[in-house]
């Protein structure tokens, strides 16, 4: 099994940039990384994936290092609409979502 | 393009008794998940079909659950009877899933039952 771990929750305030980490120790070499948010009352929607380095699209940037056993989602200048659960997959047999991470955005 | 539709959006039961959900994915979407979530949880799968082939089942209880993918478009999920665990939202997705590693599930957004 592909395990990830994230933060339970975090807290930042609006306009602030924010970074949450997923860290996932034993991933494969064809194991791509995908982000999933998710509001209350709605299913999960999917953000952004990535293999290595570094990719961005008009919602978020994924890091990769080089290693590969950890990746951190980053939302620029969040606003109050972008508190959600936020969950990181890695792909591979089973599909496993784990808790996520509960970000809550202050005024 | 429209979304995964599933119905109804809620339901409340009372304990031994049967309940159905229904999932109509996007269209041309081959693959079909159903999933299971509890509070402050996250999405636990119970079902994957590719076509109408049910490819991984084995989160599925099924003394009670079953679900069936008829031509391979719409999907049903049963209860039979709900007990008062199975309060949950049931959430179905669909994905063209090319490959397993780059799969993006598109979802629904979730069938909540409540078992009294």
């Known amino acids: 099994l592909a395990k990830t771990t994230q933060p339970i929750s975090m807290d930042s305030y609006e306009g602030q940039e924010v970074n949450i980490t997923c860290s996932h120790n034993n991933i494969a070499t064809n194991d791509y990384i995908t982000w999933y948010q998710q509001f209350p009352s709605q299913g999960p929607r999917f953000i952004i994936q990535g293999y290595k380095t570094k990719v961005t699209n008009e919602v978020a940037s994924l890091f990769i290092p080089a290693d590969r056993k950890s990746s951190t989602l980053s939302l620029p200048r969040v606003s109050l609409s972008d508190t959600a659960v936020y969950y990181c997959?890695?792909?591979?047999?089973?599909?496993?979502f784990g808790k996520g991470t509960r970000l809550h955005i202050l005024p | 393009e429209a979304g995964v539709v599933q119905s109804p959006r809620y339901k409340i039961i009372e304990k031994k008794q049967p309940v159905a959900f229904w999932c109509n994915p996007i269209?041309?979407?081959?693959?079909l998940y159903w999933y299971r979530q509890n509070l402050g949880q996250g999405p636990e799968l119970l079902i994957r079909?590719?076509?109408?082939?049910?490819?991984?089942d084995s989160q599925l209880p099924k003394d009670r659950f079953s679900a069936e993918r008829l031509k391979g478009v719409d999907s049903t999920l049963k209860i039979q009877p709900a007990e008062l665990g199975d309060s949950a939202v049931y959430l179905c997705a669909s994905s063209s899933r090319v490959r397993q590693s780059t799969d993006t599930q598109y979802f629904g957004p979730g069938t909540r039952l409540t078992v009294l």
């Open positions: 997959l890695v792909a591979r047999g089973k599909i496993i």
């Open positions: 269209s041309g979407h081959n693959t």
């Open positions: 079909y590719e076509n109408e082939e049910a490819v991984d």
